[in-house]
T-cell receptor, first 120, second 115 residues
Framework: GAVVSQHPSWVICKSGTSVKIECRSLDFQATTMFWYRQFPKQSLMLMATSNEGSKATYEQGVEKDKFLINHASLTLSTLTVTSAHPEDSSFYIC????????????????FGPGTRLTVL | AQSVAQPEDQVNVAEGNPLTVKCTYSVSGNPYLFWYVQYPNRGLQFLLK??????LVKGSYGFEAEFNKSQTSFHLKKPSALVSDSALYFC?????????????FGTGTRLQVTL
């Protein structure tokens, strides 16, 4: 399967600062990437879907101005949490759907190792 | 709207015994079903999927899952559990009808395998 990396693996920041999380596809060209948020002992909640070269599609209830997503290349997507607050503390996971031919429903997604964000 | 239910928060099993992790789903179109495993502070690893065809799907690490359309279930099974199988398991569904739709996850089941 595809190898997905995330950086940093964990970050602690002060309230009001911005944090950028990188998601890289190491061996596939990903036209579509997904960003999820996972709270302790809870499931993954899709935040947004990013397509290379176009604007991300955000799920209902996710503030696009707070969670900025950039998918500038087929191997890199970034999530920036702007003006972070303690309630933004969470485990953020990116995922990709490989294939230049486009993303199909029957494709499995491949997940990064996650980034744990703690906002003080 | 599509949904996934994993009725057990935790499943405990002794090493060498068979294990079952339950999953039921609800989707309006054709169900595409997936199982993922998550180890502590790690991302999800793909185990197996059902798209079409044989109802019994075999996946990684000796896991298999059986698709049951009438019961809308997709239970994960393994004939003989290992301590190293201890992890968090997620079932997920996607509506396979039409264009790509988002993946919906269950709440996860923690599998604890003991000696």
């Amino acid at each position: 399967g595809a190898v997905v990396s995330q950086h940093p693996s964990w970050v602690i920041c002060k309230s009001g600062t911005s944090v950028k999380i990188e998601c890289r596809s190491l061996d596939f060209q990903a036209t579509t990437m997904f960003w999820y948020r996972q709270f302790p002992k809870q499931s993954l909640m899709l935040m947004a879907t990013s397509n290379e070269g176009s604007k991300a599609t955000y799920e209902q209830g996710v503030e696009k101005d707070k969670f900025l997503i950039n998918h500038a290349s087929l191997t890199l997507s970034t999530l920036t949490v702007t003006s972070a607050h303690p309630e933004d503390s969470s485990f953020y996971i990116c995922s990709l759907a490989p294939g230049l031919e486009g993303y199909f429903s029957y494709n499995e997604q491949f997940f990064g190792p996650g980034t744990r964000l703690t906002v003080l | 709207a599509q949904s996934v239910a994993q009725p057990e928060d935790q499943v405990n099993v002794a090493e060498g015994n068979p294990l079952t992790v339950k999953c039921t789903y609800s989707v309006s179109g054709n169900p595409y079903l997936f199982w993922y495993v998550q180890y502590p502070n790690r991302g999800l690893q793909f185990l197996l999927k059902y798209i079409t065809g044989d109802n019994l799907v075999k996946g990684s690490y000796g896991f298999e899952a059986e698709f049951n359309k009438s019961q809308t279930s997709f239970h994960l099974k393994k004939p003989s559990a290992l301590v190293s199988d201890s992890a968090l398991y997620f079932c997920a569904v996607r509506d396979g009808t039409g264009t790509a739709s988002k993946l919906t996850f269950g709440t996860g089941t923690r599998l604890q395998v003991t000696l």
